[in-house]
């Protein structure tokens, strides 16, 4: 029993209130939101926000005493009621102790014979005892006074008040009056209840239909280009089970509070009650609590996404007007333009999210440090490739390789540049074919560039022919310049050229080099030159042959000088030979 533990050992003091001070912060944003203006709003709400909740928070936790915090207490209860907290001992833990107390209370409070105005206070060593009749409730030490910061006198006054306080409500609520009212109020809310669910019933059904006859008309499927992701019947069910989960949550809601409401009622289960109630309560305070700290974090998110979404705006306009040539640089091509600001955006994007990155909800714990260590292992792992391929695009657009629209040969591969992209590049083949190359492919091999000098300077295309020794080179030159002269797409300025490129062992090799600026039709130019130099080769009776070797002629291949210049040559007036 209490009162046959030693004085100075044991305390107990009244429940203590606790009052927590709330703070709000209120600011008004006027004008126009948008760039700048939004960003120093969204500044000055997180300067005014962040210190008023911090406030709020220190103040709605205060600080325990270092004795609170090394002394374990727990409440005495009475039909749910705390009358006041005691401190246990290792031996006799704090729990075990109230349960003694209140047992002892609650088995006065049954015996009607005794009247809680019996209730006395007897002093004895180091201490004061609470009496009821022949029966010691609960010892007072002067250990007990000092903990409370009062005297050992007046904190057993307060606990006797305390202690026939409870004995009289306890019989109160027993009494054939007031369980008759607790029964007539529990049976009117549970008709209250009863009518409530019924009318929730039947405004979820309407409000299903209101949906139902407004939003169903307008769900459409959400698809990205010919593939479906999300049927409009699905969507439909979705809203449709949204309706039906308010309705039943405000079902829930309803019942629950019935329940604490009935169970308060009455003596016997008004411990329950006061469980359901701070059971609520709690979980709405440790939302709130959670909320309330995570605040300030969205609101510098916020700040962080504004002030991230201003500068790509800014940038993006910067860089357009670079394109468009409105804003130029000495040494900065137009081009440059976009890929630049792709890789500023992309550098913009990425210092944000590392300076984002502790304010996120979460980022602390170790679930979410695990997944972000398997991320970067799984892209380190599996990016390099693409990373050189990256850094490679930016590298040729930089160096100028080649634009969309050229004609380049990328080792074998012979095309139209399609489309340049950060990790690969697209050729069209003069087959209709088109080949994806990778750019660090292109970054390592040999690049030729058909178009680069063609629009300015010609593009040079050449051919060779092989002929026989007997045949006048004048004359060869001759029909070859003739030949060049029939094509439509052989510029005239500058003219075409003939190199004689060998003198073989059978025959003497002749190269026919004209210009063009259309690199889009080689292919058919070529054939069309070729066209040509048969056609003029025939009509003056020269084979086009390298013959081989078989023996010595009669005759010595050679040509006469009075052959010199057959036609279609025509003799030059400096040539000195021709004089002679």
């Not at 009650?273 to 309330?292: I, Q």
Request: aromatic fraction near 8%.
């Amino acid at each position: 029993m209490d009162s046959l533990q030693p004085p100075g050992q044991l305390s107990c003091w009244p429940g203590k209130r606790r009052h927590r001070k709330t703070k709000t912060a209120a600011s008004a944003r006027e004008g126009i939101m948008t760039g700048i203006i939004r960003v120093s709003i969204l500044a000055v709400l997180l300067l005014i926000l962040t210190p008023a909740l911090s406030a709020g928070a220190e103040d709605a936790r205060p600080e325990p005493s270092p004795l609170e915090l090394a002394l374990e207490t727990a409440p005495v209860e009475v039909d749910g009621q705390v009358l006041f907290r005691v401190r246990g001992l290792s031996s006799f833990p704090a729990e075990r102790r109230a349960e003694a107390i209140r047992e002892r209370i609650t088995k006065v409070a049954a015996d009607t014979s005794f009247s809680s105005a019996g209730l006395r206070t007897e002093p004895v060593d180091n201490g004061t005892v609470i009496m009821a009749g022949a029966t010691a409730l609960i010892i007072v030490s002067d250990a007990d006074a000092q903990l409370e910061q009062t005297t050992r006198d007046n904190l057993a006054a307060l606990h006797l008040l305390r202690i026939r306080q409870a004995i009289d409500d306890f019989r109160r609520a027993r009494g054939t009056e007031a369980l008759l009212r607790s029964g007539l109020y529990s049976a009117g809310a549970t008709v209250l209840l009863a009518l409530g669910i019924a009318v929730l019933l039947l405004l979820n059904r309407w409000l299903d239909k209101a949906v139902s006859r407004l939003l169903k008309s307008r769900v459409r499927a959400v698809d990205i280009q010919s593939f479906e992701l999300l049927r409009s019947d699905t969507i439909w069910k979705a809203l449709h089970a949204l309706v039906l989960a308010v309705g039943a949550a405000t079902i829930v809601i309803s019942v629950y509070a019935y329940l604490q409401y009935v169970l308060a009622l009455f003596p016997w289960t008004r411990s329950l009650s006061n469980d359901l109630f701070d059971l609520a309560t709690g979980t709405a305070e440790r939302l709130g609590k959670s909320a309330a700290a995570v605040i300030p974090d969205i609101l510098i998110l916020v700040l962080i996404y504004y002030v991230a979404r201003f500068a790509l705006r800014r940038v993006r306009t910067f860089f357009d007007a670079v394109e468009h040539r409105r804003v130029s640089f000495a040494q900065f091509e137009p081009e440059w333009a976009i890929p630049t600001y792709k890789l500023a955006r992309i550098l913009i994007l990425a210092f944000a999210l590392i300076v984002a990155y502790p304010y996120i909800p979460g980022s602390e714990t170790a679930a979410f440090k695990g997944i972000s260590i398997f991320i970067g292992l799984v892209v380190s792992l599996g990016s390099s490739t693409a990373i050189s391929n990256f850094i490679a695009g930016y590298l040729m657009t930089y160096r100028r390789v080649f634009k969309v629209g050229d004609r380049v040969k990328v080792g074998d591969v012979v095309g139209e540049v399609v489309s340049v992209r950060l990790q690969v590049t697209h050729v069209r083949t003069n087959k209709n074919e088109e080949i994806t190359i990778p750019n660090s492919q292109i970054l390592n091999s040999d690049v030729t560039n058909y178009s680069s000098l063609a629009a300015s300077q010609g593009l040079i295309l050449h051919t060779s022919v092989g002929i026989g020794y007997e045949v006048p080179w004048r004359q060869v030159e001759a029909m070859l310049h003739a030949a060049a002269a029939r094509c439509a797409v052989v510029l005239a300025e500058p003219g075409p050229f003939v190199l004689l490129t060998k003198l073989g062992d059978f025959a003497v090799t002749y190269e026919l080099n004209a210009y063009t600026r259309d690199t889009q039709r080689i292919a058919k130019t070529y054939a069309e030159l070729h066209r040509h130099i048969l056609d003029v080769f025939n009509e003056y009776g020269v084979q086009i042959m390298t013959p081989a070797y078989e023996g010595d002629p009669d005759e010595p291949k050679v040509v006469a000088p009075a052959q010199w210049y057959t036609a279609p040559a025509v003799p030059a007036v400096s040539d000195d030979r021709a004089d002679r």
